[in-house]
């Protein structure tokens, strides 16, 4: 049986998700690491450790056919909702709300 041009392009599309996912669990498994041992100078570690946790789920999401625009418009809404939802003394409210307005402010620059 031959192998077509779409089979091979399946094939890496798959092999780079499986490499985005591995990645993803090792920068979530360092991020656990840092903060059990809660030691103030992986702050900056930490940082870079989050930083590409959002970049790996940006390209995660492209190559499940998901664009940038349409994840920033659903973490959008998903906050817009949390915040339509939660009562005002909630603990998460004020976060969520910040959260939402630099989401917002962001997209505008």
């Known amino acids: 049986m031959a192998m077509y041009n779409g089979d091979f392009d399946i094939t890496k599309t798959i092999k780079i998700i499986e490499s985005l996912k591995s990645q993803l669990l090792s920068n979530v498994s360092a991020l656990f690491s840092n903060m059990a041992e809660a030691n103030k100078d ?32 659903k973490l959008i809404n998903k906050l817009r909702l949390a915040t339509l939802q ?18 917002n402010k962001s997209r505008h620059m």
């Open 86 to 103: 939660n009562p005002e003394n909630d603990q998460w409210s004020n976060e969520i709300s910040l959260l939402s307005k630099h989401l």
């Open 42 to 73: 992986c702050h900056n570690e930490n940082i870079d450790i989050l930083s590409d946790i959002i970049i790996l789920s940006y390209l995660l999401s492209d190559k499940l056919g998901v664009s940038n625009e349409a994840l920033d418009m």
